[in-house]
């Protein structure tokens, strides 16, 4: 199967600091990574398409200089949200596209990471 | 951001009861997929439908890419406690499986014994 991960799980950190999420596709190799935000009892939003090697394109109302996404391999991209606030509070899932994984290749989506914010 | 119109916001069945939500868009889609999400996890997709018209089963979900490409519905039938969790519809305007997706409102499922 095609399995995404992330880490970390859970995060805990205190306001003004910067926290890196990483999200890796395990057993295969993805050009394309996709980078959610779910807020509680809420929809998945997207907050940035993430391509190997270029930057990332991201979704209107989404700071690139807060949220900085780095796709450095075909196998790994991070999120990193820098000068966290409560605000930023969320759970945040990245998703991935098989490379040439024909017509049916839809995204796998990893489990998520909580960040919460004091 | 855009998000499509889901119903029911929510439902409360009991253990065998079928189950019936969909999804409407104002705009066309080529893709609709329905994922269902436990608690504190990602999205695992259930069924993708690609063209419109097309009627497709997964076990007991059954689900359909609606005539006019801005609709979907999802199918339960004899749902069992494991239904439990939050169903989205997503929908992709672009012709690639790279291109992104929007994400519907969200049907979250209680399935009593």
């Known amino acids: 199967g095609a399995v995404v991960s992330q880490h970390p799980s859970w995060v805990i950190c205190k306001s003004g600091t910067s926290v890196k999420i990483e999200c890796r596709s395990l057993d295969f190799q993805a050009t394309t990574m996709f980078w959610y935000r779910q807020f509680p009892k809420q929809s998945l939003m997207l907050m940035a398409t993430s391509n190997e090697g270029s930057k990332a394109t991201y979704e209107q109302g989404v700071e690139k200089d807060k949220f900085l996404i780095n796709h450095a391999s075909l196998t790994l991209s991070t999120l990193t949200v820098t000068s966290a606030h409560p605000e930023d509070s969320s759970f945040y899932i990245c998703?991935?596209?098989?490379?040439?994984?024909?017509?049916?290749?839809?995204?796998?989506f990893g489990p998520g990471t909580r960040l919460t914010v004091l | 951001g855009q998000q499509l119109n889901q119903s029911p916001q929510s439902m409360f069945i009991q253990e065998g009861e079928d189950v019936s939500m969909n999804c409407t868009s104002s705009?066309?889609?080529?893709?609709w997929l329905w994922y269902k999400q436990d608690p504190g996890e990602g999205p695992v997709l259930l069924i993708a439908?690609?063209?419109?018209?097309e009627l497709t089963s997964n076990g007991r979900l059954t689900a359909q890419f609606g005539i006019t490409r801005k609709d979907s519905f999802l199918n339960i039938s004899a749902s069992i406690p494991s239904d439990v969790g939050i169903y989205f519809c997503a929908g992709r305007e672009g012709a690639y499986n790279t291109d992104k997706l929007i994400f519907g409102t969200g049907t979250r499922l209680q399935v009593f014994p």
């Open positions: 998703s991935a596209n098989r490379l040439a994984g024909g017509v049916y290749n839809e995204q796998f």
């Open positions: 439908l690609y063209k419109a018209g």
């Open positions: 705009s066309i889609f080529n893709t």
